[in-house]
């Protein structure tokens, strides 16, 4: 084939996805595995959600409702916004494409940070933009370095908060002054896919934000019902934003982009909030019990406000990533996200925390990273 590809589609790494569990398994020959790698909810999704998808397969043969009136009714109530100010994507990250969508062209400059959500930089390389990427510092954003990086060619921050892989939170006050440092033509995304675990008191208020006077720039938030919802598996997302930038977004989105079950199902959790709640307070015990058998172990639990935190393991995180593949726990080693001795896991069922805390110590001492 003779093709034009554009240099900016040629230069783009595929996003890496997990291996699925089965091939896993087949790989290493082992059975009965676990996987803490994903930050997916233990607890899986509301019992009322899943009912609501099975009673809607008969009906797959129709179009969903291109509006999602209902499920865009129900999330306007919980969280005291208007309709008009919620986007739905297939995932938040379709929420990111949108944005990027709607406000970057060819030369346009957007600041991420890194590590992040590597969809962010994608979409804008798809566009044409520019990535300008901000180290973290100590494991936080540097909020002062991106205020410098702004230009006049800055259209969208992309903030992932808190962060992953670190887990880590944008304090409100230091969040204020960052927006009042900035000219009101850039947009600020708060990717908050993890803000259902964090405690409400220390929470950003993005209403407040969205709805302030002109004068600092429009801030945009993002959630999902693939983590405190347990609804991974059916990519349901939305946006909080002025109702302005809605109807932009609106403008860029695809019709039916929500399908049937993914409405009826978030529809449902929605609804069901004591499951939601539990998912919440079973996260925070986990991570507790966690965090403090794994620093009996030797090694070092970094605090975290979502479910899952990343650990110093005292050595080379991917031969222990390989050691506990063996032993049917999968966790995340972070020498990619350049953190060549720390590991990621998710926060699971009280079985899966045990199971884990016994294949890490087993492995440590196998490893020599720790002492009997």
């Known amino acids: 084939m003779k093709l034009r590809i554009p240099e900016n589609i040629a230069a783009i790494v595929p996003y890496p996805p997990g291996k699925p569990l089965e091939e896993l398994e087949r790989e290493y020959g082992i059975t009965d595995s676990i996987k803490l790698a994903s930050n997916e909810n233990a607890w899986g999704p509301s019992p009322a959600a899943v009912e609501a998808i099975a009673g809607v397969l008969t009906g797959l043969h129709r179009y969903p409702d291109g509006s ?36 970057v062209r060819a030369g346009d400059e957007v600041i991420t940070s890194h590590p992040s959500f590597l969809m962010y930089q994608k979409f804008v390389q798809v566009r044409g933009g520019r990535n300008v990427v ?16 702004v230009t006049d060619r800055t259209r969208l921050i992309f903030l992932d908060n808190p962060n992953n892989p670190c887990g880590t939170l944008i304090a409100r006050q230091d969040f204020d002054d960052f927006l009042a440092a900035l000219p009101e033509s850039v947009i600020v995304v708060l990717d908050e896919a993890y803000v259902d675990f964090v405690d ?24 999902t019902f693939s983590k405190a919802f347990g609804l991974a598996g059916l990519r349901v997302g939305f946006g909080l934003m002025h109702r302005q930038i809605a109807d932009l977004l609106h403008r860029v989105r695809q019709p039916f982009n929500i399908n049937l079950p993914g409405q009826v199902g978030a529809l449902a959790a929605v609804r069901d909030l004591a499951h939601y709640r539990h998912t919440l307070e079973k ?23 979502t479910n899952f935190f ?9 031969r222990l990533y390989e050691a506990m593949l063996h032993k049917g726990v999968i966790v995340r080693s972070m020498k990619a996200y350049g ?34």
Request: aromatic share 8%; hydrophobic share 40%; glycine share 6%.
């Open 200 to 223: 409400p008191n220390e929470r950003i208020d993005v209403k407040a934000c969205i709805r302030r006077p002109d004068g600092i720039p429009a801030v945009v938030a993002l959630r």
């Open 310 to 318: 990343l650990i110093d393991v005292r050595g080379d995180a991917t």
């Open 283 to 305: 996260t925070r015990q986990g991570r507790q019990w966690l965090s403090a058998e794994v620093e009996r172990l030797g090694c070092v639990a970094y605090p975290s406000h």
């Open 339 to 372: 953190y060549p001795e720390f590991i990621r896991i998710t926060v699971g069922t009280e079985e899966e925390n045990s199971r884990f805390v016994g294949a890490l110590a087993d492995c440590l001492a196998e490893l020599g990273y720790r002492e009997d």
């Open 134 to 149: 901000i180290p973290l510092r100590e494991m936080y954003h540097d909020l002062a370095a991106i205020r410098d990086a």
């Open 68 to 103: 999602s009136h209902y499920l865009t009714e129900a999330l306007a109530e919980w969280l005291d916004m208007d309709m008009a100010e919620i986007v739905l994507g297939n995932g938040s990250n379709e929420v990111i494409e949108f944005l990027v969508k709607a406000f």
